[in-house]
């Protein structure tokens, strides 16, 4: 990079002393990939009549990447695609079977983490109409790739009794 190109913070940890620079798991320094708002159709209820017709729910999703070279390089290879997270979204509600929003959601962060290799993910999701007198009811979760164990394959993943869809299971 060029000295007169750089931005004024650019080589400023350089004379911190270690315990003054962020920490691997500070999420200060972090890249964050948004998508807010997004609607999506599934079968899912704790009751078969829930389940009976699909339900809209709404996501809001917060992906942190801990480095982002795509900022430099400006190559979507470099990062996290969100419409292929979405697309991958799309498949989880069409092929997996949920009955809490707590599941599903467990489902989504082991995606993100596991299939995209983001460093953490932090997830909302929503129902509407659900509960008389109030607009949405959800669910909210963080969850971080140190959660994630290795198995005996080399893959990731959560340790869950239920596994993904074979169409969106992390590769």
Known sequence: MNADFRPHYYGA?????????PRSDDRSEDNVIFIRRLRLPTHIGAYAE?????????????????????GVTDCLSDTIDYAEVVA???????????????????GVAELVLGHFGAAWVRISVAKEGIVPGAQFVGVRITRSARR??????????????????????PA
């Open 148 to 169: 994630i164990g290795q198995d005996g394959k080399g893959t990731t993943s959560l340790t869950r009794t239920r596994s993904l869809p074979a169409e969106v299971a």
């Open 13 to 21: 940890m350089d004379g911190l002393p270690e315990r003054q620079r």
């Open 50 to 70: 829930e389940r009976a017709k699909p339900q809209m729910l709404e996501f809001d999703l917060e992906i942190g990447i801990a480095t982002n070279p795509a």
């Open 88 to 106: 991958a979204m799309r498949t989880l509600l069409e092929h997996g079977q949920f009955h809490l929003l707590e599941a599903l959601s467990e």
